[in-house]
DNA sequence: TCCTCGATGTATCGAACTGATACATCGGGT
DNA sequence: ACCCGATGTATCAGTTCGATACATCGAGGA
């Protein structure tokens, strides 16, 4: 998740550690940071595995030695960051997922884009049907604070079930044009 | 942070691990459920430390054995819990902390409910702040998808915040009108 | 001029948590 | 009679967090 993450951003530009963190923020969540402790080891073991190489810039001036190091895809990476974008699964839809899946969305294909949204919409669609049962079902046995807890987090689900219909709404506007399984990689109309 | 959700739900009634796990979906976040793997260890190391003790059930029947374990509070862990519902620092603030803290609001003192609930509002508009000038900053340089992320992703925050400020303003009424750390559990004018 | 401060930058460690898996028993419906 | 879904307890490898530790750079004020 994480992986998908650092190879979707590295494949936009090569760049540094502290930077890749500082651009994940945008990315996941979007306000959730990454722990260094979590982003070095990835970025060794992508390293190891082949995806990525790095190249420690130990800066002239013999004296003054500034420890910089920027980590760029290689053809292997991209490759690999393909076949994760394609795969869509189940876990694509999950919480943390779901946000670093959707910010790749420009560099995935229509198809994929549509069965993540929808896969994305049905797993708070449950949420919802859970949370409203076991609130009707705990009635009156609750205090006020939690209930007003659950209110809150069921509005926030039932926004986001709006929000993902105007996208796939927009979605499919967009497929009718130009029908599903192109082979064109680019599909045109993304970026405005 | 498990330790305390835990400890607040058996301070209601005692209960099985089973139990205690569904409970706990409706306190954390409401929707987030704990997976066992965190619970068991968690309530095998309460048990350790004295705060619970386990009642366990080998039912009367000789013949079928089923294995049911009860766990309820001592007073250790009711003096545990109390110290840490006043607590109030800033971790209560974060995330996941905040929703547990909320959900026992009920068990707190009307000052400690404010300076969480101030704490937690100060948190997000510090994000805000950060999520609106790194917006703008990046203004043009990312694609229409990472953008609508961010955009749903600040009105998400922005939503809270109101939520929150309704909350304060209930709680600076009910303090006003029976001045802070009041026997009375019930404050009477609340969601509309 | 020096000096402190905040941003940049790399790195590690213990603790917390997840997701998968395993196993067993109970009650109800077919 | 049998199966299935809910109840119930438990573990483990792997992932991520939060805190902490360094060190360097540029800019601003004393």
Redesign the pocket.
């Known amino acids: 998740?994480?992986?998908l993450a650092v190879l979707g951003l590295l494949n936009e530009s090569p760049m540094?550690?502290?930077?890749?963190?500082?651009r994940l923020k945008g990315v996941l969540g979007p306000f959730?940071a990454?722990?260094?402790?979590?982003?070095?080891?990835?970025?060794?073991a992508l390293q190891t595995a082949g995806f990525i190489t790095s190249d420690t810039d130990a800066?002239e001036t013999g004296a003054?030695?500034?420890?910089?190091?920027?980590y760029k895809l290689t053809a292997e990476g991209k490759e690999r960051l393909q076949e994760q974008l394609a795969e869509g699964g189940p876990?694509a839809w999950?919480d943390?997922s779901f946000g670093v899946r959707f910010a790749f969305f420009a560099q995935t294909d229509a198809e994929t884009r549509l069965r993540i949204l929808e896969g994305r919409r049905s797993r708070l669609e449950e949420r919802q049907e859970n949370a409203t049962s076991s609130m009707s079902s705990a009635r009156g046995r609750i205090d006020r604070y939690t209930l007003e807890l659950q209110r809150h987090g069921l509005e926030s689900v039932e926004r986001e079930v709006r929000w993902l219909n105007e996208l796939i709404a927009t979605e499919r506007a967009g497929v009718a044009v130009r029908p599903a399984r192109t082979r064109r990689t680019a599909t045109p109309q993304t970026a405005k």
Chains 1, 2 share one sequence.
């Open positions: 998740m994480l992986e540094h550690g502290y930077e890749l963190n500082k959730r990454i722990s260094y402790g979590t982003l070095y080891p990835c970025l060794n800066s003054g030695r500034r420890k910089k190091t920027t876990s999950e943390e």
